[in-house]
């Protein structure tokens, strides 16, 4: 079956703008999360929803970044005011949520922000 | 604050020899641990994992041993392939938090 998608793959952008991810899960996965890689180190947490609710949104560095899930599938990372220091690769991963279980993060491809 | 540490950024290993991966963590809250392999622009993919309960875990050429006096976890690959050349970073997490807090990764590269 299809995996984790992330468009775009690449995205280019200057300084000051608004950017869009965009993450779409494994169907009927009801956790989806986002982390940021960047370049030399591990991926970082930024929010974890279950649903269409964040459940621990504790990773987001700042009030520039949002990310919405409006119908508990598809979600979308903004990012206002971009900076050169948010270059980095965006993960999105998606698991099907037990209670009281860990299950396993199934990430896609990530999409690569580069902000001149 | 680096949580979970891996300090040796790569590794070059002989085919068909032993691979030993290590990381350490500082925080004694985290109760389960994972291995993720990672290709060039792809995500990464789950390996192997162990409960806080439990000190090893063998799932076919893949080992994971964890010591918790230690604070050390290590990824044994026996015998060492070629296409087990990737990035590979240890996770932690506590249970319930869902979020995974991953180390710096190591770059293993296996020659032929």
């Known amino acids: 079956g299809a995996g984790v998608s992330q468009t775009p793959s690449n995205k280019v952008t200057e300084k000051g703008k608004y950017v869009e991810l965009r993450c779409d899960p494994i169907?009927?996965?009801?956790?989806l999360y986002w982390y940021r890689q960047s370049l030399g180190q591990g991926p970082e947490f930024l929010i974890y929803f279950q649903g269409t609710g964040a459940a621990d949104d504790s990773g987001l560095p700042n009030d520039r970044f949002f990310a919405v899930r409006p119908e508990g599938s598809v979600s979308t990372l903004k990012i206002q005011r971009t900076e050169r220091g948010d270059s980095a690769v965006y993960l999105c991963?998606?698991?099907?949520?037990?209670?009281?279980?860990?299950?396993?993060?199934?990430f896609g491809p990530g999409t690569r922000l580069t902000v001149l | 604050d680096q949580q979970v540490k891996q300090n040796s950024p790569s590794l070059s290993v002989q085919e068909g020899r032993i691979s030993i991966l290590n990381c350490d963590y500082t925080?004694?809250?985290?109760?389960?641990f994972l291995w993720y392999k990672k290709y060039p622009a792809e995500g990464p993919t789950f390996l192997i994992s162990?409960?806080?309960?439990?000190d090893k875990n063998e799932d076919g050429r893949f080992t994971v041993f964890l010591n918790k006096s230690a604070k050390h976890l290590s990824l044994h690959i026996v015998p060492s392939q070629p296409g087990d050349s990737a990035v590979y970073f240890c996770a932690a997490l506590i249970q319930g938090a869902q979020k995974l807090v991953f180390g710096q990764g190591t770059r293993l590269t296996i020659n032929p």
């Open positions: 169907s009927g996965h009801t956790a």
């Open positions: 162990i409960s806080s309960i439990k």
């Open positions: 991963a998606s698991s099907s949520r037990l209670a009281g279980s860990y299950n396993e993060q199934f």
């Open positions: 925080n004694s809250m985290f109760d389960y």
